[in-house]
């Protein structure tokens, strides 16, 4: 019976130790991506970005800025502000341009690359070291038997969302 009761009392001790660690450790998934203190960082601000490239597609200055905010608004828990957000995001298209990128046997270009780059502020006012002011780009491939004007409305999209990823990941997602 004592040998009964010496492995029945190392057993609710080990159990014991056991369930303090278990309850002492913090474990955190995160789905979004993003890695935000929401103790110290609680809204956003993400001013228009207007189009200053040279080549002026109409609609993409407003989808920008839209798909931007979209992006953070469904990937964070911030309150988007309109102005001295915690987190503040400004800029502007700066490139916007389509390039022959390829050449047949002929001579004649076969491909041709539409251009887009963004010139990101960021201000972090918990956390200044994490400021910068960048360009990103990104650039889709299409064939000439397309028009700009055929094409040009799906790349935007594509382009978009890599920028917007890019812009993302930097600011918030901390990768």
Not at 59 to 66: H, I, M, Q, V
Not at 111 to 138: G, I, P
Request: proline share 2%; aromatic share 12%; hydrophobic share 40%.
């Amino acid at each position: 019976m004592g040998w009964n009761r010496k492995h029945c009392s190392f057993a609710f001790l080990c159990a014991t130790f056991l369930i303090m660690i278990v309850a002492s450790c913090r474990i955190s998934y995160k789905f979004n991506g993003s890695s935000i203190d929401y103790t110290k960082i609680k809204t956003i601000s993400i001013q228009d970005f207007p189009n200053r490239a040279p080549l002026v597609y109409p609609t993409l200055a407003t989808d920008f800025t839209e798909n931007l905010r979209d992006e953070f608004s469904s990937k964070t828990s911030l309150k988007m502000v309109d102005m001295d957000g915690d987190l503040q995001i400004s800029g502007e298209i700066s490139g916007y341009n389509v390039i022959s990128s390829g050449v047949d046997a002929s001579g004649e270009a076969s491909e041709s690359r539409l251009q887009m780059s963004v010139r990101v502020k960021f201000v972090n006012k918990v956390n200044s070291s994490e400021d910068f002011e960048k360009t990103f780009s990104a650039y889709e491939v299409f064939s000439n038997q397309y028009t700009i004007d055929q094409v040009q409305a799906e790349l935007n999209e594509q382009l978009m969302d890599d920028i917007i990823n890019q812009i993302f990941n930097a600011t918030v997602a901390n990768w």
